[in-house]
């Protein structure tokens, strides 16, 4: 199978009229998002706007009722099997009493890459430790990933997508219960990956972050309410329209 990347002119991730249900509560109406290689787009929206569940549906973790979802121009199946995707889900969706350590965790984003016996070899031994290096926490590299802190362990996500090169890196709250300090280096982080050429789609409750961080925004209340430059879409205007209205029904995802 041909290798896939992002060709000029193709979108990262393309978005098309999405829709997605929860039976009778619609989670999502109509949404269309695009974005392009080397580039962060800001995520934003009250608790229950469709933020989480929009990031499933990208991952093909839910079924869209209507619309497409492409990613570097193919399915979400194909983009995912060759590793070009990575997500990183809310905090509270992990179970982090799992006996897997740090490294462990990292090298779980090089297993569509490896046969059945999930073997690492020197080569992906080598793309952990870079991984955890450049994250900053080589020296926890054998610790249970439940011992570590809020902030470490969104480093421990952002190192797997490292390792398994992924261009395009879905953040769902990745700023949420982690101190000023993580938030600094994380947003370091994402800036060195975005010049690298790497997309990001992250949500964030931090709109002050938000025009040092991201090249784009969307503001997000079950439906696209504004997208563009982050001072296009950051006004009082905006966001009165989306974190005054009626409160939305809480989706059965918890979502956010």
Not at 37 to 56: E, M, P, Q
Not at 112 to 139: I, K, P, Y
Not at 200 to 227: F, I, K, N
Request: with cysteine; hydrophobic share 45%.
């Amino acid at each position: 199978m041909t290798a896939l990347h992002a060709d000029a002119g193709v979108p990262v991730l393309d978005v098309r009229n999405l829709g997605v249900r929860y039976g009778e509560v619609h989670a999502l109406d109509d949404v269309s998002i695009t974005l392009a290689a080397g580039r962060i787009c800001g995520l934003i929206g009250v608790n229950g706007s469709g933020k989480s569940t929009l990031f499933k549906a990208l991952m093909g973790l839910l079924a869209p009722r209507e619309g497409s979802v492409e990613l570097f121009g193919t399915t979400t199946a194909r983009a995912r099997k060759q590793g070009l995707v990575a997500y990183m889900p809310q905090a509270e969706e992990v179970d982090w009493t799992f006996p897997v350590s740090v490294a462990d965790v990292v090298a779980m984003g090089l297993y569509g890459r490896l046969g059945a016996s999930r073997r690492l070899r020197t080569a992906e031994h080598a793309a952990v430790g870079d991984a955890l290096e450049r994250v900053g926490l080589d020296g926890l590299r054998k610790r249970q990933i439940g011992q570590l802190s809020g902030g470490q362990r969104k480093r421990v996500f952002i190192a797997r997508s490292i390792a398994q090169d992924a261009r395009l890196l879905l953040l769902d709250e990745p700023f949420a219960g982690v101190d000023q300090a993580s938030e600094h280096t994380m947003t370091g982080l994402l800036k060195g990956l975005r010049d690298e050429g790497r997309s990001v789609l992250v949500s964030t409750h931090d709109l002050a972050g938000v025009p040092d961080l991201c090249d784009e925004a969307v503001l997000l209340h079950r439906r696209v309410l504004a997208s563009g430059d982050p001072s296009a879409v950051l006004t009082h205007g905006n966001l009165a329209l989306a974190f005054g209205a009626a409160p939305a029904a809480p989706l059965p995802d918890g979502g956010s």
